[in-house]
């Protein structure tokens, strides 16, 4: 199994950057794909970015695109989403996801691609 953590929310003013970090312990050689995914009150869970460990290919929503990006460290015990030119739709609780089982590069911007998932942490943009 792998555990993973979420750090680096917080409130911030529209335009300015945020770092979040996600922490993975347990089977991590295991992880195939990390995701991060947003949930914004009354709204579905939706992709935000991933990161494939084959090739270090990444991928993005369109809304981030340009503005995000998610790296991980050499390890993959890491894996971080720095955002920048924060707006205030990007407002949500933020999850981090690791994918064991690899899923399909079709299917790695659906939440179901994912087996494990941290607690969340909360980004709040104000205009």
């Known amino acids: 199994q792998v555990q993973l953590v979420e750090s680096g929310g917080g409130l911030v003013q529209a335009g300015d950057s945020l770092r979040l970090s996600c922490a993975a312990s347990?089977?991590?050689?295991?992880?195939?794909?990390m995701g991060w995914f947003r949930q914004a009150p009354g709204n579905e869970r939706e992709f935000v970015a991933t990161?494939?460990?084959?090739?270090?290919?990444?991928y993005y929503a369109d809304s981030v695109k340009g503005r995000f990006t998610v790296c991980r460290d050499k390890d993959w015990n890491t894996v971080f989403l720095q955002m920048n030119s924060l707006k205030p739709e990007d407002t949500a609780v933020y999850y981090c996801?690791?994918?064991?089982?690899?899923?399909?590069?079709?299917?790695?911007?659906?939440?179901?691609?994912?087996?494990?998932w941290g607690q969340g942490t909360q980004v709040t943009v104000s205009s």
């Open positions: 996801a690791a994918d064991v089982s690899r899923s399909m590069l079709s299917e790695i911007r659906k939440p179901s691609a994912y087996e494990s």
């Open positions: 347990g089977r991590t050689f295991s992880i195939h794909t």
């Open positions: 990161i494939r460990r084959s090739g270090g290919h990444t």
